[in-house]
């Protein structure tokens, strides 16, 4: 997975300094390394393994496009998803989860020939059967499952416990129960997606090895051979420390085993991965406008904030960074600056919660240097207050193409 920019994107930062009047501020997105980070990511996975995509983690249409021929299909959470994966990613297999679906969105999904309605309650069942049978059509779903899972498992996003999402093991019976008398609903499948932000693979294939006993059980409980098995995306991003990621071939040798082990290869087993798959591809860069000094710390207070970038506060991290020195620095070079010091990088907004990094330790920061924001691929732009104080939005940059990794220079400064 590639972390820092490709030579294109810095070239694309370039660009758009060239192009900006003021100070810059801009998403930037490789296409190069997204492509090929996702289709690694798709081939290591075991021959009984699809991957759709989670499109909520990010849905802008290159994203969607340079995905499209990779990935199994798309995730969507909500009728808008639905209606913007049939105008920008037409043909591609559609899966619909989450709750509170609205009767208009269900009737919107079968028109569309969903692959699969991920069913998250027994009042959406009955919903669902009034309104396919309506239309005078099959309903193809899979019911999502909220396993009660104590201890076996826990991260800071937890979907599985006390939640509005998926149903729980004992009302499985009612449920199956129900959809027996229903001939406009098909069971195809159980969906599970318990957690996100999983860091730790052994832990992850502990989880997945829980899903394969209970699919066994229920369809030893319900007499069905149920084969599809959607497990939900969750694989995390460290921002804590960009240099230890997921190590993903030994995930999925793993997962491989655990299959092999569990006699599990019968089965169609589904990924829907979101934040892992387009995190590392995104960038969010911010021109430095002012630095100052207040009661004892440094403050880098940049073009920008979090009503473009909310991750840090939604996240309540210290985001990782580079920094940029400008290029061409005018002569003689007298904007502020600050020497060996640590900085809190924030935005432009009159709130102190608009504070992307902290205390970052610099060697050097002048006014007009660029911030480089790395991981800012996924749950970004999208899930950010984009009208608070009216700033304009950042520019969008999607960048074709990185170069061969052979021929990069090592260190990012020198580019610069
Ligand atoms: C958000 C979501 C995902 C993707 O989760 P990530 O942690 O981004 O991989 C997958 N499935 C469902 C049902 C979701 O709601």
């Given at each position: 997975m590639r ?6 994107l810095?070239?694309?930062?370039r660009n758009e300094r ?6 810059i ?5 490789d296409?190069?390394?997204?492509t090929?980070h996702?289709r690694a990511t798709r081939?290591?996975l075991?021959?009984n393994?699809?991957?759709?995509y989670?499109?909520?983690a ?5 994203i969607?496009g340079a995905?499209?021929p990779?990935?199994?299909g ?13 105008e920008h ?12 679906k ?5 009737r919107q999904a079968l028109?569309l020939g969903?692959e ?7 009042g ?11 239309m005078?059509?099959t309903?193809?779903?899979?019911l999502?499952?909220?396993?009660g899972l104590?201890?076996?498992a826990?991260?800071?996003?937890m979907?599985a416990?006390a939640?509005p999402?998926?149903?729980?093991e004992?009302e499985?019976a009612a449920c199956?129960a129900?959809i027996?008398?229903?001939p406009?609903?098909?069971l ?6 318990s957690?996100?932000?999983?860091l730790d693979m ?6 997945i090895e ?6 066994a059980a229920w ?7 149920i ?9 995390g ?12 071939p030994a ?5 491989s085993?655990l299959i092999?082990?569990?006699r599990?290869?019968?089965l169609a087993?589904r990924?829907e991965?979101g934040r892992?798959?387009t ?11 002012d630095?100052?000094s207040?009661h004892?710390?440094w403050?880098a207070i940049?073009?920008g904030?979090?009503?473009?970038f909310r991750?840090?506060s939604?996240?309540?991290h210290?985001h990782?960074l580079?920094?940029?020195?400008r290029d061409?620095?005018p002569?003689?070079?007298d ?6 010091t ?9 709130t102190?919660?608009d504070?992307l990094a902290?205390?970052?330790p ?5 006014v007009g240097?660029?911030v480089?924001f ?8 999208t899930?950010?207050?984009h009208?608070?104080l009216?700033?304009?939005p950042?520019a ?5 193409a ?12 020198a580019?610069?």
């Open positions: 972390i820092l920019p490709s030579p294109g810095l070239a694309a930062i060239a192009r900006s009047t003021g100070p501020c801009a998403y930037l997105y296409l190069g390394a997204l090929e996702v081939a290591a075991p021959a393994c699809e991957m759709f989670a499109i909520k990010n849905a802008e249409v290159p969607l995905l499209a990779i990935v199994d798309f995730e969507a959470s909500s009728g808008g998803e639905l209606a913007w994966l049939n990613a037409p043909g591609k297999p559609m899966i619909f989860s989450g709750p509170g609205l009767d208009d969105e269900i028109a969903i699969l309605i991920h069913v998250e309650s027994l959406e069942l009955a919903r669902l059967a009034r309104i396919a049978g309506d005078g059509r309903a193809p779903i899979a999502r499952v909220n396993l104590g201890s076996a826990a991260t800071r996003l979907m416990g939640s999402f998926g149903i729980e004992a499985l199956i129900f027996d008398g229903q406009a609903l098909d195809q499948g159980f969906h599970i997606h957690l996100s932000h999983q052994k832990a992850h294939l502990a989880l829980i899903y394969l006993d209970r699919i369809n030893a409980m319900y007499g069905r051979r084969r599809h098995l959607n497990m939900g995306g969750g694989i991003i460290n921002y804590r420390d960009p240099d230890d990621q997921i190590d993903w995930f999925t040798a793993g997962l085993a092999e082990r569990k599990a290869q019968h087993l990924f991965f892992y798959l995190c590392a591809s995104g960038y969010y860069a911010a021109e430095v406008v630095l100052k207040s004892g710390q403050f940049c073009r904030g979090s009503h473009h991750t840090p939604a996240q309540r210290s990782p580079i920094i940029l020195p061409r620095p002569a003689p070079d904007r502020p600056a600050i020497f060996g640590r900085v809190n990088v924030v935005g432009q907004l009159c102190p919660t504070r902290q205390d970052v610099v060697e050097e920061l002048r240097d660029t480089l790395l991981l800012a691929g996924a749950y970004a732009w899930i950010s207050h009208d608070f009216r700033h304009p950042p969008m940059c999607f960048v074709e990185s170069l061969p990794i052979e021929k990069e220079t090592a260190d990012v400064d580019i610069f």
